[in-house]
C-alpha cells in the first residue's frame, strides 16, 4: 500500500465537499424563501454586506480542510497472522454492510452495499485494507475506519479468549 500523499485524490474531494456544501447552503437558503410566507422574498435580508465574500472563503477553507481531517489510516492489530483471522475480518466488514470490489496480493478493498449511503458520502464509502503485516492498516473514513478497527480488534480478541 503506498504510503504517500495522494495529491490528486485530495483535490477531487476538496471539489466534492465544496459543491456539496453549495448545494446545501442554497437548499436551506430554498427553504428559508419558501417558508418565510412573504410574497416578494428578499435574499440580501439575509446577510449584510460583504457576507457573501466571508461564506465563499469560509466554504473554501472548509472544503480544503475537511478531507485532511476525515480520511485516515488506523492500525488494526490481530492475535494471529491476517490469514489465520481473514474470515472474521470479512464478517465484521460484512456485519457493517459493506462489500469487497478488488483484491489483491497485499490489500483488500471494501465499499459499503446501500446506493444511498455511498451517495450521502459522495461514493468516497471506500475502506482500503492492507494486510502486509501485522497489525493491518486500514485506509478511508475515519468514522468508518476506527469503527471497523475496534470491531476487528474485538473479534480477533473474542475468538483467542
Known sequence: MKSGFDFKK??????????????V???IITIFALT??????????????????????????????????SFIKKRAYLNRPF??????????FENSNYIIV???ANTIT??????????????????VVDFTDNPIVLDGM???VFRLARSIEYATREASE
Open 110 to 127: 471494501f465499499r459499503h452495499k446501500s446506493p444511498v449511503t455511498r451517495m450521502f458520502r459522495m461514493y468516497e464509502d471506500t475502506i
Open 25 to 27: 447552503f442554497f437548499l
Open 36 to 69: 418565510s410566507g412573504q410574497k416578494e422574498f428578499n435574499y440580501e435580508s439575509l446577510f449584510r454586506a460583504g457576507t457573501g465574500t466571508q461564506l465563499l472563503i469560509f466554504f473554501i477553507v472548509i472544503s480544503f480542510a475537511y478531507p485532511l481531517v
Open 142 to 144: 475515519r468514522k468508518d
Open 83 to 92: 490469514a489465520e483471522e481473514r474470515d472474521k475480518v470479512l464478517k465484521v
Open 10 to 23: 485530495y483535490l477531487i474531494r476538496v471539489v466534492k465537499y465544496l459543491v456539496y456544501m453549495a448545494i
Open 102 to 104: 478488488a483484491e489483491s
